[in-house]
């Protein structure tokens, strides 16, 4: 696993840096840019990223769920393990799946309450750069390949909703938090 030389610590904020945009804004479903040059904006923006998701009880967020169109993600799968330090995921590209793939219960920090099984391939590698320009290589198999595609599926304007294949569970789950079926865009 990497090490994330920015350290924040791994608690919840009165007042977290960065508002989450839930589904149904336009922030959502545009693509992000790739960012040209890893700086200390990049740097700052990962610090108020990993502090809101913290404070919001995320493993993951991506740029675009805070209205910044920038490929930078941010992935913790032990919030609650201060050893455990954060991934930080810089333009990044999937080079291989697997061709095994499972379905298994996913949320998000932008559709509040909303639980619902995706299909995903089990194994990835993810080529990217880390918060200081380096370019990486991981293999990622179970919750943090999982996380790193729902993630990654952030910087291409989708959601987790749009691939899941079961319409009565999601329109049932949606209509129970108040969120809009007609801001579903279907893939699966």
Do not use: W
Not at 144 to 173: C, P, T, Y
């Amino acid at each position: 696993m990497t090490t994330s030389e920015i350290l924040v610590k791994k608690q919840k904020l009165q007042n977290p840096p960065l508002e989450i945009h839930y589904l149904g804004d336009r922030s959502l479903r545009q693509s992000a840019k790739r960012v040209a040059k890893v700086d200390d904006n990049i740097r700052q923006l990962i610090r108020e990223m990993l502090e809101t998701m913290y404070t919001a009880d995320g493993i993951g967020l991506a740029a675009p769920q805070v209205d910044v169109q920038k490929q930078v993600i941010v992935i913790d799968c032990e919030p609650d393990n201060p050893a455990n330090p954060p991934l930080i995921l810089i333009n990044p590209t999937i080079k291989k799946y697997s061709n095994e793939v499972s379905l298994y219960q996913e949320g998000c920090l932008s559709i509040p309450g909303v639980y619902l099984d995706v299909k995903r391939p089990e194994v990835i590698e993810v080529a990217y750069k880390d918060e200081n320009g380096r370019p990486k290589t991981i293999a990622a198999k179970e919750l943090l390949s999982r996380a790193i595609q729902h993630e990654m599926d952030h910087l291409l304007g989708v959601l987790f909703v749009d691939r899941v294949e079961n319409k009565l569970a999601l329109n049932e789950e949606l209509a129970k938090h108040k969120f809009s079926p007609k801001a579903v865009k279907s893939i699966s």
